[in-house]
């Protein structure tokens, strides 16, 4: 496994042996203390200057490690929510990825798993994943580039001395040392204002760091309708269960006082394969264009749609017991031509989904695709999905998000994320010198900072001023 630098970041041969060196400074240094390692001081003549075809690669290697990305998607959360923002070793080690990868390599049954204390969930998964099979897998090998980030052991040993390591760790500093190693300026969360845990930090003020920002999550009102407006309705909106009335009203008076509560940088819902978008017969529906949407609008707010996951498949795996299915983009088409003044930040699961997705986008300038989601961030599909993007958007997409769930994740996530996107951007200028264009370390630049946080910036009010 190669070193995790600041920024991840692919490895190629004394470049390798640069950045090991570089790492183990950083390593050596007290928490508070960890240095971005030395940016390459590009004059900006040099960045002007044509490059030659065998420069390319590097100097997009060395962009993508120098340009702080923008996560636009994570289940993290900064300090204020206290226990519900998750990191540290046994987290890593009982995400749900990792989970239903244990039931297989593991005779423990899922009624048995979810009656040990976490502790014990860990220990068993490092058993069986990482101490009696190599952790091969993209999630497990994510765990062992977080240890190696930390330089700690990798071996049957890491676990004691990672729970140690953990343990020590403050967590301002700890979050602040985690975004410089993962080369990322900002979090964006996911908040559901129907979650008890989360509700109550909101009420009593919420949060202010300037690095994690606020996503008003909507799934239980647009998907769960029929069990959460009674939680509505105690909290003082007229709202009944067939959305009839003034539910609609009430509910965008739901959406504005929780816009002014959160401030979110745009509205969210994941949903099933089988959305459908218009369905007179769906509440999803009705509640999407009559309320949702049209607070978007009166807020200048993007909709998230994440689309494709087949929830609970297998429920004796919990969070881990969801899968994926094909859905029909036609529902797509249908919400960015119905409404064009509304902005739509779209994720989709299914590996089938891609190119029509990047096909629509081509067709509305409303629709921005980001992220390669779930199971489809692995290398081979990232790189397919990514290939295809370019090709059909040039770089008008939003490569990736991490979904992170534990703080520490960010690092292997976008570790990975900028390895895998090297050679793919470096072909592409490649192709463009071959036929006929100056490339330009400005230039590539550019695009970078516009794939890690221009086209995000632009449709939110992150730091517009
Ligand atoms: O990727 C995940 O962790 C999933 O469980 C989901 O949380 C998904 O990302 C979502 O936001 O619904
Ligand atoms: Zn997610």
């Known amino acids: 496994m190669v070193p995790a630098g600041r920024h991840g970041g692919f490895i190629l041969g004394k470049d390798l042996r640069q950045r090991e060196k570089r790492w183990s400074s950083v390593r050596l240094m007290a928490p508070t203390s960890v240095k971005s390692p030395a940016r390459k001081n590009v004059s900006s003549a040099a960045s002007a200057r044509r490059m030659k075809s065998e420069q390319i690669l590097s100097e997009v290697h060395d962009v993508l490690e120098s340009t702080q990305v923008i996560d636009i998607h994570t289940h993290l959360f900064s300090p204020a929510f206290g226990k519900i923002g998750l990191w540290g070793i046994d987290e890593l080690l009982t995400y749900h ?23 014990q969930r860990a220990e068993a998964i490092w058993q069986a994943l990482f101490v009696e099979n190599s952790p091969i897998s993209e999630s497990t090998r994510g765990v062992v580039a977080v240890l190696k980030a930390f330089g700690l052991p990798t071996d049957a040993s890491g676990l004691r001395e990672a729970r140690r390591f953990f343990a020590a760790q403050s967590i301002d500093s700890h979050i602040r040392k985690v975004f410089q190693i993962a080369g990322m300026s900002d979090a964006v969360m996911t908040n559901d204002p129907l979650d008890p845990d989360e509700r109550a930090v909101w009420m009593a003020g919420g949060q202010n760091h300037p690095q994690f920002h606020a996503v008003l999550r909507l799934d239980r009102i647009l998907w769960g309708w029929s069990g959460h407006w009674e939680q509505l309705a105690s909290e003082g909106y007229a709202v009944d269960e067939r959305a009839t ?14 816009h002014n509560r959160m401030q979110p940088l745009y509205m969210a819902v994941s949903l099933p394969d089988t959305f459908v978008f218009p369905d007179e017969r769906s509440l999803t529906s009705e509640l999407l264009s009559d309320a ?104 008008s997409f939003i490569p990736q998000h991490s ?11 976008w570790h990975n994320t900028r390895r895998t996107l090297a ?29 890690f946080r221009g086209n995000f910036e632009k449709w939110t009010r992150l730091h517009s001023g």
Not at 404 to 412: K, M
Request: charged share 25%; hydrophobic share 40%.
């Open 97 to 119: 990825y990792l989970e239903s990868e244990f039931f297989r390599s593991s005779d423990t049954t899922p009624e048995e798993y979810w009656k040990l204390s976490k502790t």
């Open 245 to 258: 009335g003034k539910s609609i009203a009430e509910v965008r008076r739901f959406l504005a006082d929780w």
């Open 292 to 395: 949702v949407l049209p607070s978007c609008h009166e807020f200048g707010l993007p909709m998230s749609l994440m689309i494709g996951v087949r929830r609970q498949v297998n429920p004796r795996l919990r969070l881990a017991g969801d899968a994926v299915g094909k859905a029909d983009l036609r529902s797509i088409e249908n919400l960015c031509r119905d409404f064009p003044d509304n902005r739509f930040l779209v994720s989709v699961l299914s590996r089938e989904n891609q190119h029509e997705l990047a096909v629509y986008s081509r067709k509305f300038n409303n629709l921005m695709p980001f992220g390669c989601w779930w199971f489809l961030n692995n290398p081979s599909i990232v790189e397919e999905i990514t290939k295809e993007r370019i090709e059909l958007l040039g770089t």
């Open 403 to 413: 979904d992170a769930r534990v703080l520490e994740q960010v690092i292997y996530k």
């Open 423 to 451: 050679p793919i951007l470096a072909n592409a200028y490649h192709l463009l010198l071959a036929d006929g264009a100056e490339i330009t370390r400005q230039k590539i630049q550019r695009d970078v900072s516009r794939l």
